[in-house]
């Protein structure tokens, strides 16, 4: 027998004795016994009920208890005194309806506590943000965590988009929970799209087919999503107070919003980080062979690249350029920007 038809017989006896005693309740009440005696009625009716409401509740209730983990510490304290608050004020209200004759005297009280419980929860849940100023300044910190790291959501910034990289690698499957795609995202992606100049517009159309790429062939969800944060003229802020609302990550190869994002606190996860740190580690002495395609800087260097765009730059080098040249690495410099290897020729 099923976990579900356990719940629904043990429901069957609890709301049949419920009905039962509700059915005689409104029958003493009515002066009315009817064909069918009320008690039976109740009875009759709450076992029916207990029956079926099991198969109703339940998915719900796991879908709810899904939802509660990734809950943070403020709304649930939020939530937990607006629903205290409601449940106080219908206590309140019901003495005026207790005294009333018949079913309206047990119907009203339910009915306020059924209305106003949830209802004080909502409203207080609204307004999570003014309550966490409240908690201690650990619990805040807990929850910066929490909300950047459990969901598993991530939004996407129009340079990921139209850097297009995100969509090889949401093939790979080290891309983990939901994708999404703010509405107005999409529309300056679009506006990218329709500009006069053609590079934008090459630019924001390939962005518009990397989106397509990922809806057919993503190994993870792609959520669009249709809100705003008219609160914030630019496009930057409205994505970082989307991300702290939903307590989601955001996906950027912006180097500036990256840095804007994480002082508030927003965890960013940026593409040209990953590449950087996926480039294989070359250490001094090591030999290569690179092609020498420009000057470099200083007198007489050449500079080259490797497959994975890592810039070399070759001591010696600029009578090579337009050829290929044997070097060995003397050092590697690491900048914000990427790595670049200095290496000289190996010529005798």
């Not at 057919?216 to 802020?237: G, H, K, M, S, T």
């Amino acid at each position: 027998m099923g976990t579900k038809w356990r719940y629904s017989l043990v429901g069957a006896v609890l709301v049949g004795l419920g009905g039962w005693w509700a059915g005689t309740l409104i029958g003493d009440t009515s002066n009315n016994p009817g064909f069918i005696p009320w008690g039976l009625g109740g009875l009759l009716l709450g076992t029916a009920s207990g029956l079926i409401l099991p198969h109703l509740i339940l998915p719900p209730i796991a879908r709810l208890g899904r939802a509660f983990e990734n809950i943070t510490f403020s709304a649930l304290v939020s939530g937990t005194v607006g629903m205290m608050v409601g449940l106080t004020v219908a206590v309140l209200l019901s003495f005026a309806f207790a005294r009333l004759p018949g079913w309206p005297g047990v119907a009203v009280p339910i009915v306020l506590s059924v209305v106003l419980g949830p209802l004080g929860l909502v409203i207080m849940v609204s307004r999570e943000r003014e309550v966490s100023q409240l908690l201690p300044e650990h619990s805040r910190r807990s929850e910066v965590v929490g909300r950047n790291s459990i969901n598993g959501r991530v939004l996407m910034d129009t340079s990921a988009i139209i850097d297009g990289r995100i969509a090889d690698i949401s093939k790979t499957g080290f891309v983990h929970g939901t994708m999404i795609i703010p509405r107005f995202i999409l529309d300056e992606l679009r506006h990218v799209a329709d500009s006069s100049d053609a590079l934008r517009r090459n630019r924001g159309r390939r962005g518009l087919e990397i989106l397509n790429k990922l809806r057919r062939e993503a190994e993870v969800p792609i959520q669009i999503l249709d809100v705003d944060a008219p609160e914030d003229p630019e496009v930057d802020a409205k994505l970082v107070t989307l991300a702290k609302n939903l307590k989601a990550n955001i996906l950027t190869t912006d180097f500036n919003l990256d840095r804007v994002a994480e002082l508030q606190g927003v965890r960013v996860l940026n593409i040209n980080e990953l590449a950087n740190a996926l480039k294989p580690v070359v250490l001094p002495g090591e030999e290569m062979v690179v092609l020498i395609i420009q000057e470099g800087k200083e007198f007489g260097q050449g500079v080259g690249f490797l497959d994975d765009g890592t810039m070399v730059v070759v001591e010696g080098g600029k009578r090579h350029i337009n050829s290929h040249l044997d070097v060995s690495v003397t050092r590697v410099l690491q900048t914000a920007a990427g790595r670049i290897i200095f290496a000289q020729t190996l010529e005798s």
